[in-house]
């Protein structure tokens, strides 16, 4: 059975820094890309990054220049390296796997105060 687990979130200040981390338990490669998305309280799940298997990026407007999406393939792991955080960056980060079919992990929370 295919488990991501995300991990690394927490409460920051505004202009702080966390990096997520996606942990895969079958071989990154299965999937064709991967990607973060984020749900802020009482909204809709949002795209936030996705990383192909070739390495092609794609961020959110909002993110561009703050965030990077990256990806250790022998240790089977996906990252999101956050800098200057802001209150809107707020909300439960999901990865997720694409392949013949979408698989998503648990989320983590992440919280930035003003």
């Known amino acids: 059975q295919v488990q991501l687990v995300e991990s690394g979130g927490g409460l920051v200040q505004a202009g702080g820094s966390l990096r997520l981390s996606c942990a895969v338990s079958t071989n990154i490669f299965s999937f064709i890309a991967m990607d973060w998305y984020r749900q802020a309280p009482g909204k809709q799940r949002d795209f936030v990054a996705t990383m192909t298997n070739g390495g092609r990026t794609t961020y959110t407007d909002s993110v561009k220049g703050r965030f990077t999406i990256s990806r250790d393939n022998a240790k089977n792991t996906m990252y999101l390296q956050m800098n200057s955080l802001k209150p809107e960056d707020t909300g439960v980060y999901y990865c997720?796997?694409?392949?013949?079919?979408?698989?998503w992990g648990q989320g983590t929370q992440v919280t930035v105060s003003s």
């Open positions: 997720r796997g694409t392949s013949y079919r979408d698989y």
